[in-house]
């Protein structure tokens, strides 16, 4: 009785497995470059269009690579560190058949050791918990937030907010908006990200001592940071220093800001290697 009952249990184990795998479509193919010669290790991911769920699986030794995966449209894109990316859209994955796509990757000339193909977000939102400030002889501390607008995966955009309040009397808080180009020196497979930046922008200090008017200025921001990536949505800001110059109610102020935090990606991908099917 025991035999009979684990070849029912086999069987309907079998039938489940069927079952679950009933209106699912399958994706293979082979990744070559242009001399036809296979490329092991090629970063292949299938998006569904429609959900914007993902896959990713790495080609074999011999540039084989296979996906199950529900119906539906699928972006499919193939990246491999200096060659160009290839991305092919609206792919149609039909229920119960196999589709089939071969893929030839050219060597990226243009990429060196600090350009690899690494994936690069439309937007980027900071956001630093601790910043120190010192400025003509006086110590603030306080928070930031930022928003980059990357152009490419060379250069951005960055807007920021800081505010700021002095630790010793009379307890002056600064708050600052300012705007600016940035550009990336460098971004490597390790995951680090090396910027400089600068910005201008408007200023405004107060204080609930009476003895201390409020006033507003102007202020220039130079300087740059490290960031680590640690997920493809997510980064930890290492450091990021800038000096300051400020000039408020005709006085001219001078510091150096230095502060830590984390950064979060999102939009679509940039890739100035990338060919579109």
């Known amino acids: 009785m025991k035999y009979p009952l684990i070849a029912l249990a086999l069987a309907l184990l079998l039938a489940a497995t069927v079952e679950a795998q009933t209106g699912m479509g399958k994706l293979t193919g082979s ?37 199950v ?11 491999l560190f200096h060659f160009r990316t290839v991305t092919i859209r609206k792919l149609s ?40 400030f010192r ?19 060379r250069a951005g955009i960055v807007g920021e ?7 010793h009397p009379p307890h002056r808080v600064q708050m600052t908006y300012t705007i600016g180009p940035r550009l990336y020196l460098m971004r490597t ?30 202020v220039i921001l130079a300087g740059g940071g490290l960031d680590w990536k640690v997920r493809p949505w997510l980064s930890m800001r290492v450091l990021e220093a800038d000096y300051s110059f400020t000039r408020v109610s005709g006085d001219t102020l001078r510091g150096v800001r230095a502060s830590s935090g984390l950064i979060f990606h999102f939009g679509r991908e940039i890739c100035p290697c990338e060919v579109t099917y």
Not at 36 to 49: I, K, Q, R
Not at 70 to 78: A, R
Not at 109 to 121: H, I, L, Q, T
Not at 161 to 167: D, N, Q, R, T
């Open 69 to 79: 995966l529900p119906p539906g449209n699928y972006t499919l894109t193939l990246k």
């Open 135 to 153: 400025q003509s002889g006086s110590e603030f501390v306080g928070g930031q937030s930022s928003l980059v607008v990357n152009l490419s995966q």
């Open 189 to 218: 497979e390790s995951r680090l990200t090396g910027f400089t930046e600068l910005m201008l922008g408007r200023t405004r200090v107060t204080s609930r001592s009476s003895s201390v008017a409020p006033a507003n200025g102007s």
């Open 93 to 132: 994955i039909p229920s119960g058949k196999t589709t089939t796509v071969d893929a030839i990757l050219e060597i990226d000339g243009r990429e060196y050791a600090f350009w690899p193909s690494v994936d690069v977000r439309r937007f980027e939102v900071g956001a630093n918990a601790a910043s120190s």
């Open 161 to 167: 907010f800081s505010a700021l309040k002095e630790v």
């Open 31 to 67: 990744v070559v470059e242009a001399g036809h010669a296979t490329l092991p290790g090629v970063t292949v991911t299938a998006t569904d269009e429609k959900t914007g769920l993902r896959q990713s699986i790495l080609t074999g030794d011999n540039g084989v690579f296979s996906f």
